[in-house]
């Protein structure tokens, strides 16, 4: 599974698609939903996906609600649990707020597991803050990892990232000017 073929749901001309990463532009907005369990919000993407729902990594509940739905093992999940409220931190922290996501899954193809970090940040959000000169901007993160299972002692990690990141300012402190990329 390559994360550019992944699809995730983002905002274009009013109405929700999904898209391939790989087609992500810096102007999409990723969607993001809360969970009515927690009051948390989560990214949805292909990995918490299952027919027309989303998996919440909050409640491991789907939104709409869906029957017979892919869950992790409860192995994973407890793993799954453990790496959303060590993110939540990270981002508060690094990131000063957001949405973040971390969901588990095993891989069908291998002995081992995959596991996807999404990171989603609104700065216009935030704009009246420490970062007064930001008019707009976002930054969209995806960190997808693939681990083998462990061989006397080793493991195998394969780690595929993307990062949009697009800002807009117009302020006499900072000038005029608007940025946007991906890497």
Known sequence: MTINNSSVEVLQDQRWESITWKKL???DVVRVLRDVDSAKEFILCDYNRDADSYRSPWSNKYHP???GGLYPSPE???LEIEANEVFTVYRDQYYEGGTSSVYLWEDDDKEGFLACFLIKKDG????HGVRVYLNEGGW???HLIEVGMEVEG???YCLTSTVMLSMTTDHENSGTFS???SI
Request: glycine content about 4%; charged content about 25%; proline content about 5%.
């Open 25 to 27: 532009q810096v102007r």
């Open 65 to 67: 609600p869906l029957e």
């Open 76 to 78: 994973l999940r407890t």
């Open 124 to 127: 216009s959000k935030y704009a």
């Open 140 to 142: 969209d993160a995806i």
């Open 154 to 156: 080793m493991a195998d």
């Open 179 to 181: 940025v946007s990329g």
